[in-house]
């Protein structure tokens, strides 16, 4: 009865939340003729009211977000950034992993190119599934539910996945380990999000930092770890005895996501987000989680706005002058002031069928097609299922084809020409934090990454048919660079443009589109390899430049608007 009772609140505010972005769709139609907007005051006006509408910002949301720029960016906000990026890190690290393995498990066990797909298939599966659950978890239990418990079920499964006897059971693990790790992406960047003022939610793209280094963590152990301790290029072997590198990579990477499973859940105390508390308890529980996160950081209030009616200043709107209450600021006016109900205890059965619950989530989802949101909803999963899959077509399947180049045929060379890669998209991740707030905005900024990723794709596909390993490596570095910088914008521009009531469904049903595309791909690339090696990678380019397309078609620039 709870669950049914948190369900049609939740639906309710959802609801009404959509039918305010369908009048803001309206307010920037008014403005969307101007060629200098900055240059109207009458069209500043609305596009202002167009930005709070589209947020379905209320009052009280408005209050919150200005005590949470009065707070600033302190100790706790980077203490965030940090453990939240860990998730990344952890995500892209097993994703990495599975491509790294992927030659050395077909040597194993006797697979054909054409059924070695199904490593990475069940990989993204449990991705899928991950993302399906987990996003809609956080959105009805919090944030934090699956922030501690995803990377505990990644990890188990990774020790799992490296005892495994045979193809099917590996299969398996690696399904049970991405259902764990499918959840991070989408929780923790809107943990972030939700946390951090509106001046720094530029520090979300950041996150790929993370997310790339992942990508390089697993690139270098399994440079030091697969060569040594699998089969020779030639001649006959021992799998048994011979090839068990895969195994110890997926000890060492399992190892590593325990020692983050300390840090998130040892180490620090995360408290839950105040967007969701103000969905979902009430008022007096924001401004307890406020008061501990500006007393953590260990810094003052900043002076009162000038405003003195502001709400942010008690009582009769006076200044703050260190009187009465060290963070009086955080008040809300008396007269608004509401009593939070104490939270409804619910067991964990009642939590455990409430998570798979399909009506409960679709109701979620329903408002996510509402006139004013449903052009975005629908661009935005095109993107991120088109994007995911001409992504990993390449990217899977990259020390095969580097296996392929003349030139490289080596171990060795073969992981250390991924390690490059992997480098390479670290810088991605940096220039797309820059970008996102110039001039060209997100929409821009990841429009004109995903062109020139296809562009790269094109000089890879030519320098394996020509035979230049140099080019390879430019042609590849060049791709890391600008598909990092790609997927930083996207992961930005998602949580950003969805409301706090929606936005883990929101998020969580993209990233679960996405992971049906790498479910696909590998499959769908396993029989292209088969014909030749230079099909996926054309695909691939026709997949990214249409994802390019939908980018510029979308009609929200989330640069000003508060999340």
Not at 150 to 179: E, K, N, Q, R, Y
Not at 548 to 553: L, S
């Given at each position: 009865?709870?669950?049914?009772?948190?369900?049609?609140?939740?639906?309710?505010?959802?609801?009404?939340?959509?039918?305010?972005?369908?009048?803001?769709?309206?307010?920037?139609?008014?403005?969307?003729?101007?060629?200098?907007c900055s240059a109207d005051t009458a069209c500043n006006a609305s596009m202002e009211m167009a930005e709070r509408l589209a947020d379905g910002e209320s009052d009280s949301e408005q209050e919150l977000n200005r005590m949470i720029s009065n707070i600033g960016f302190g100790r706790y906000h980077r203490r965030v950034l940090a453990l939240c990026g860990l998730g990344w890190t952890a995500d892209n690290a097993w994703m990495q992993c599975t491509a790294c393995i992927l030659p050395r498990v077909q040597r194993h066990f006797g697979i054909s190119n054409g059924r070695i797909g199904l490593l990475s298939s069940c990989m993204f599966l449990g991705l899928m599934c991950g993302a399906l659950v987990w996003g809609p978890v956080s959105d009805r239990f919090g944030r934090l539910v699956p922030y501690r418990w995803?990377?505990?079920?990644?990890?188990?499964?990774?020790?799992?996945?490296?005892?495994?006897?045979?193809?099917?059971?590996?299969?398996?693990?690696?399904?049970?380990?991405?259902?764990?790790?499918g959840g991070n992406m989408p929780v923790d960047g809107a943990i972030f999000l939700e946390f951090v003022p509106r001046e720094k939610r530029h520090l979300l793209t950041m996150l790929s930092v993370f997310f790339s280094a992942g990508s390089v963590l697993t690139s270098a152990v399994a440079l030091a770890l697969l060569p040594p301790f699998s089969c020779p290029d030639e001649g006959p072997c021992d799998v048994g005895k011979q090839n068990n590198g895969w195994r110890y990579l997926l000890v060492t990477v399992s190892l590593l996501t325990i020692a983050m499973v300390v840090l998130r859940n040892g180490w620090f105390r995360l408290y839950e987000t105040p967007k969701f508390l103000l969905q979902n308890r009430g008022r007096s529980d924001v401004v307890v989680v406020l008061k501990k996160i500006a007393t953590f950081n260990g810094a003052k209030a900043q002076a009162a706005p000038e405003d003195a009616r502001s709400p942010l200043v008690p009582g009769d709107g006076g200044s703050n002058d260190g009187s009465g209450s060290e963070?009086?600021?955080l008040e809300w006016p008396e007269s608004e002031e509401e009593e939070s109900p104490a939270p409804a205890r619910v067991g964990l059965a009642a939590r455990l069928r409430a998570a798979v619950d399909v009506k409960a989530h679709i109701k979620l989802v329903r408002p996510l097609f509402a006139p004013g949101l449903r052009r975005t909803t629908s661009l935005v999963w095109a993107i991120w299922g088109i994007v995911a899959m001409g992504f990993t077509m390449f990217n899977v399947f990259l020390p095969k084809l580097l296996e392929a180049t003349p030139g490289s045929s080596s171990q060795v060379s073969v992981y250390r020409d991924a390690l490059i890669y992997a480098v390479s998209g670290v810088p991605g991740s940096l220039l797309g934090a820059w970008l996102v707030d110039t001039r060209?905005?997100?929409i821009y900024s990841m429009t004109i990454a995903t062109a020139v990723s296809g562009l790269a794709l094109i000089g890879f596909a030519f320098s394996t048919k020509a035979h230049i390993p140099a080019l390879t490596i430019v042609a590849s570095s060049v791709f890391g660079l600008t598909s990092t910088l790609m997927f930083a914008v996207i992961y930005a521009y998602t949580p950003e443009v969805f409301r706090p009531a929606v936005r883990g469904t929101a998020c969580g049903t993209a990233s679960a589109i996405g992971r049906v595309a790498g479910i696909l791909a590998p499959l769908i690339t396993g029989l292209l390899l088969e014909l030749n090696s230079t099909i996926p990678l054309y695909v691939s380019v026709a997949?990214?430049?249409?994802?390019?397309?939908?980018?510029?078609?979308?009609?929200?620039?989330?640069?000003?608007?508060?999340?």
């Open positions: 009865m709870l669950a049914t009772d948190e369900n049609s609140q939740q639906a309710a505010a959802v609801e009404e939340g959509s039918q305010i972005v369908h009048r803001a769709t309206d307010a920037r139609a008014a403005c969307s003729g101007r060629s200098v995803t990377l505990v079920v990644s990890a188990t499964f990774g020790l799992l996945a490296s005892a495994a006897p045979s193809f099917p059971l590996l299969c398996v693990c690696l399904f049970g380990l991405g259902s764990g790790v963070h009086s600021w060209l905005g997100r997949l990214l430049w249409a994802a390019a397309v939908c980018m510029f078609m979308l009609p929200i620039e989330t640069r000003d608007i508060a999340a």
